[in-house]
């Protein structure tokens, strides 16, 4: 079983920054893409950034610039550093990861719990 877990989240004023780590743990064999998506309330899932295992990165246009994700493979764990954070930044954040358990088996997207994220005016 794999297990993803995110923390760092919380409320802070828009101009602030927040940090998101994501632990994944359990039958990890190898861990590809990781990322983040963001869900607002009355609106779908979205994505926010992804980082391959050799370190490239993807960014939504909307967060180009303010946030950067980044991981460490030793501690199979992905970060979100969000900062000049917005009003509109306010959602539940979700770490994502594409993760196989073992030699020869397919890797499998795995979502954590999701952290709160609210930015007042």
């Known amino acids: 079983q794999v297990q993803l877990v995110e923390s760092g989240g919380g409320l802070v004023q828009a101009g602030g920054s927040l940090r998101l780590p994501c632990a994944v743990s359990g039958s990890i064999f190898s861990i590809n893409v990781m990322g983040w998506y963001r869900q607002a309330p009355g609106k779908q899932r979205e994505f926010v950034a992804a980082i391959s295992s050799g370190g490239s990165t993807n960014y939504a246009d909307s967060v180009k610039g303010r946030f950067t994700i980044s991981r460490d493979n030793a501690k199979n764990t992905v970060y979100l550093q969000m900062n000049s954070l917005k009003p509109e930044d306010t959602a539940v954040y979700y770490c994502?990861?594409?993760?196989?358990?073992?030699?020869?088996?397919?890797?499998?997207?795995?979502w954590g719990q999701g952290t709160q994220v609210t930015v007042s005016s």
């Open positions: 994502n990861a594409d993760v196989s358990t073992g030699w020869g088996s397919p890797r499998l997207g795995y």
